[in-house]
């Protein structure tokens, strides 16, 4: 196996710069089929597909003899001229007039015929290099850029936080624990308290990194490994929360929108779904959900926090994202801010995606002061000594402070229009996955 | 405690573009003095310091008697007419008509002089909050957002590898383990053999997160936790890697340069040391290293890798960044290709920073023979069921790859000029620190 001369390399994307031009292109055979008198053989390279043609008075006999042989996901170099056609994806095709056979591949477990997930899910390495999961793969890839730029253009420090943490804050029931050297820790659920440090040092941060949910659920939500980033704002109260949430959204499917129309298209998603996202989004207050659901029968209580049903059937009211906001204190996390004109409610919201995605951010303006926030502690019998570095926030400098945590695998589910939440992240983790 | 009037908000940073307007802001009192005659007021707000001036005759009685009540870290908003002032870090500062105390801080744990480390390590969460701390996680933000703006834009997609594997691939020692719902799991050391997949489904790609290592080392260059980006690169060989290293290392180190002035001067960082720093790197082969070692009584066997105090020697000999190439393959990883002219050292370089900084980045050519690997994987004892899936990249169309790891806590340590790495990531895990 050698790399061919370098100074003739052309990636599949830029070879429509290079009309009527001789180029060479290395990728592997995704797919072809021949007869006697022409062979079609579409190659990719990680840039996209191209399709070479090739007939016996083209090339030579041993060449012709070599395309017959070819098996897929053989990796190859082809060299030829580039001809306008516009009938093929990206405009041009390959009139082949040589191809080196770098490595003949062994018989593909991953023909391209229907397999079964669990099948899929055995040979994630190989499953990934179907052109549908490559789509998938670019607009993770957009998704993350573009929130991330959107952040720091707006003033945001990205301050990471531990993966390894030394209490377990909310139980262990859902935490995996591992051992620091003859301590126990923790893998970390969200970087939230860490950040509210951060922002009291900087101002407007965010975190972004993986998070863990040792949770038996098996969903089509849910993942044990997951990306999250989680901006967190001092000064910022409730309604500034929420504004950035759907200027942030609405840049990030508007970004998608102009630079993946391609990956789009690839995945199946319509881009008309993603068009209507414009801020300001919907509202519906907790107790007015529960009036919606109760129409439906839901039969859920005032108190209980919502699940993948409920906002299933609160998200399918609306044809854009929509807040759920106001939730009752005693379902939710012990840092959020009670409304002040009804303690009984926080000045929590969850942003769900429409066409029943369900949940993509949750956020709050946590509490600022520090009597509050230490009977909040004592009322769900948290470890004090555990949050005194948490509680320092509060005796030195308080301030009106919000965030949110937005999780990656969740919206690009729902922007890319997936079913399930496996086919967002390369190598996913769930309760019965942990391989490749 | 209630969030200023919205409109009026300004940051400190941008300051200078209200000169003689009256405006507000809101932060945290960093620092004060005051006499009976004038009254100065360092205050910080995450985007940078401005002093405000207060006199008697400016401010109501009641104003001015709150000012000598206050305390550091006391959070504050503080409206006056901003003027400029050569003499001042941003060139402005601020004559005080009007402050409003948002809460007024308990006894700062930190207060301005010098603390010993272990302190200040316990107090990370309030150490963030310093000038030199806020420079150098600005420093860091850029770093990241630099390395991943250069890959982006050369063609690379972001495709995230695992934190939980199944496989112990190079002995537990150094591995933290949890339990996964009954089967062991482990942390990520590295996302590179994960990379390689998905280099053969995109071309090239990275991976950028944490990465875990349980040693028991106490260095000034060790961290548990650490983050990494690690390209991987199909149809790049060992040459184009190094090139690739050059310039990704050049470009971060020049917009650091063009946007973080200020904050090299906050860390008593000169640019001098950084603007030398230009492609081509130095480059000394191993055994050339170890002739250079044997000069100064080291002791070390042919064979054996390097350790920090050796890196330090050799890049000590360097005006800058130096390759150390063509290691003894007995000391590397199983993976990396061989020289073909010299079977026994491999297409392995560590890219060692000027300054007695040591390594920042490790890399090399990887095997892409079948045979080849499956003999390396035997002779270093591994499992070789848990390798099938990664041999299977060297069965369905395997081509020459490449790519390399960048820790990112060196780089910005030695970018920095940091005496510790221990500065260099928000909340460090070290052997004897979990907390906070």
Redesign the interface.
Known sequence: ???MD?EA?V?IEALGDHLDETVAL?G??YNHRSSGKIAFLQIR???GVVQAVATPSDVDAATWEKIQSLTQ???LVVRGVVRADPRSPGGVEIHLANLQV??L??E?PLALKEHGVEFLLN?R??W??TPR??AI??L??RI??EL?DFL?DD?F??????????NACEGTSSL??????G?P?Y?TQSGQL?SE????????VYCF??A?R?E?SKTRRHL??F?MIEPEM??Y?YE?NLALQERLVEHVVDRVLQTCAEELETVGRDPAQLERIRAPFARISYDDALELLADQDFGIEWGEDLGAPHETAIAGAFDRPVFVERFPAKCKAFYMEPDPQRPEVVLAADLLAPEGYGEIIGGSQRI??YDLLLRRIREHNLPEEDFN??L??R??????HSGFGLGIERLLTWVAGLDHVRES???P?M??R???
């Open positions: 196996m050698t790399v370098k390399r990636s290395q592997w055979l390279d990680g840039t996901e053989s990796s770098l490595q591949a062994e593909y040979h390495h190989l990934l290099r999961q490559v793969m670019r993770r890839d993350m850029r991330e720091r003033g420090t990205r301050v990471d936080t531990p993966i390894l943490t030394p995996f624990e591992t051992d620091f050297f301590h820790a893998l860490y440090a951060t922002a009291a040092a900087l101002g407007k990194s993986p863990f040792a038996k044990i490994e990306w001092a000064f109260d500034d600022a002061d570095w948490y320092d926030l005796r030195y400098g308080s301030v009106v992240i390369p190598f983790r309760l019965n942990l391989s490749p």
